[in-house]
């Protein structure tokens, strides 16, 4: 260590400013602790800035236990009713942000995730936080007090929050640091995998729907064991993403398919029987091209139905319309892989919640170590979940916290 380096006790070490970290340095600092906020990259908050395009899908008004995925589906409950959605849109209110409703809930800055990340860094400014970017842990011994060993000092103190959050997007943060030190406190850290990512065709598929690429189509689209989302399904380059992929692949398991009604709105088998009966020199790319975009209706419907596709209606029999409907409304689909963590918004799975408290975030084996966001097996649906249970479950250990 040289001259300029630092030696100092706190009442709480916290690792990892994003959302949650800061969430907790505030909440703590506010009721006098003494906080240090260390964090590895070079900014804090990296992920709030880059959320939601730019401005930050920070709630959503409909958040409630349903929209999370864990091992245990009733551990975020304490969290998010203690600090609610209605509670972060108070403080967003009360720091004068600008937002709206983007839909189905989601709310969003109105002018960027800069004046949101600004508040909070604001906050803990006031209340005297100590943080430092730029700051690699070379040593962390957890006994009373946690000493943490670092390039810019060592420091000391009787609790310690892990907030370093999952594994997705690398280049911003994203480390398995906080999964580590479960493990070596003995702690279950439950399987990781990417989630809210899209997914990847074959390559036979990739070649087949090249010219799919930038088209979209509001889908409802299944897993197996798992529910149905209806929104837009976007073809790429490689395979899948749009809001109805990223959802259900949070539920997708490698060698799994998919299943994808392509009409949903319709009760397309009805409409196949009616356009029989009414236009039968009709041939079936024509009706599909009443419920799908033109370019979606060839290429798929070239994939789904092959010669039968430029067929009159009326040489169908119900028995062979039945089976088509069927192949358009219930398309059935194997991903390759998903795209991985390069481009994942969240990390399925982490730390098992049966280790934590459901009130506090404190480790029950380990009372002064408290685990929170996005390093714990808590996962939202796509929408502003995912930073509600940060923004919870910061503010329930930092209220936790002694002083
Ligand atoms: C592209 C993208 C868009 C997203 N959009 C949305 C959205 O609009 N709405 C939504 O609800 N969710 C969104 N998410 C998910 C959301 O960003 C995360 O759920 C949330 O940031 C988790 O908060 P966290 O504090 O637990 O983790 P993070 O925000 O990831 O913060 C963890 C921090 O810990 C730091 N860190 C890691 N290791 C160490 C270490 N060893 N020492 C010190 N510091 C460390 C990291 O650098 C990082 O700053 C998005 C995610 C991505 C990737």
């Known amino acids: 260590m040289d001259a300029n ?10 690792l990892g400013a994003g959302a949650a970290g800061l969430m907790c340095a505030k909440t703590a600092a506010a009721r006098g602790l003494k906080v240090l906020l260390l964090e590895k990259a070079n900014k804090p908050g990296k992920k709030i800035l880059m959320s939601g395009g730019g401005r930050c899908n920070f709630t959503n008004m409909h958040c409630a236990p349903d929209y999370f995925l864990s091992a245990n589906p009733h551990f975020m409950k304490s969290a998010l009713s203690r600090y609610s959605q209605w509670d972060f849109i108070q403080w967003v209110e009360d ?8 839909e189905l809930g989601q709310l969003f800055c109105n002018r960027s995730a800069k004046d949101l990340l600004n508040a909070l860094l604001d906050d803990c400014r006031e209340q005297g936080v100590d943080l430092h970017c730029d700051v690699s842990i070379e040593q962390l011994a957890i006994g009373q007090p946690v000493t943490v060993k670092t390039n810019i000092g060592q420091f000391t103190a009787p609790q310690l929050v892990v907030a370093t959050g999952g594994l997705s997007i690398p ?28 997914l990847m065709f074959s390559d036979q598929h990739q070649k087949l729907f ?3 690429s930038g088209s979209s189509v509001q889908a409802e689209v299944s897993a197996e064991n798992a529910q149905s989302f209806t929104h837009q399904v976007l073809f ?4 899948l993403s749009g809001p109805a992929i990223l959802q259900i692949s949070s539920y997708w398991q490698p060698g799994e398919s998919i299943y994808i009604n392509l009409i949903p709105d319709y009760d397309f088998l009805a409409n196949l029987i009616e356009a029989k009966l009414n236009t039968p020199q009709l041939s079936m790319l024509q ?38 409907a069927e192949s358009y409304t219930n398309w059935v689909l194997k991903p390759a892989a998903s795209e991985g963590y390069r481009t994942a918004e969240v990390t399925l799975g982490g730390v098992d919640t049966n280790h934590l408290s459901s009130k506090t975030m404190a480790v029950k ?4 170590i408290y685990f929170i966001g996005e390093v714990v097996d808590v996962t939202g649906h796509l929408g502003g979940f995912n930073f509600q249970w940060a923004w919870s479950s910061g503010f329930v250990a930092g209220m936790s916290l002694k002083s």
């Not at 370019?295 to 430029?310: C, H, M, N, V, W």
């Open 5 to 14: 380096t630092k030696t100092d006790a706190y009442d709480v070490i916290i």
């Open 210 to 212: 090249s010219d799919l």
């Open 95 to 102: 720091h004068d942000i600008g937002y709206h409703e983007k």
């Open 287 to 324: 009706v599909l091209q009443r419920f799908l975009p033109k370019r979606l209706a060839e290429t798929l419907g070239k994939f789904i139905s092959g010669d039968d596709l430029q067929r009159e209606l009326q040489t169908f029999n119900q028995k062979q319309l039945a089976g088509l």
């Open 171 to 198: 280049k911003m943060g994203g480390s398995d640091y906080g999964y580590q030190l479960a493990e070596q406190m003995g702690l279950t850290v439950l399987p990781k995998r990417a989630g809210l990512v899209p």
């Open 236 to 239: 790429t380059h490689r395979g």
């Open 365 to 368: 084996s380990h009372p002064n």
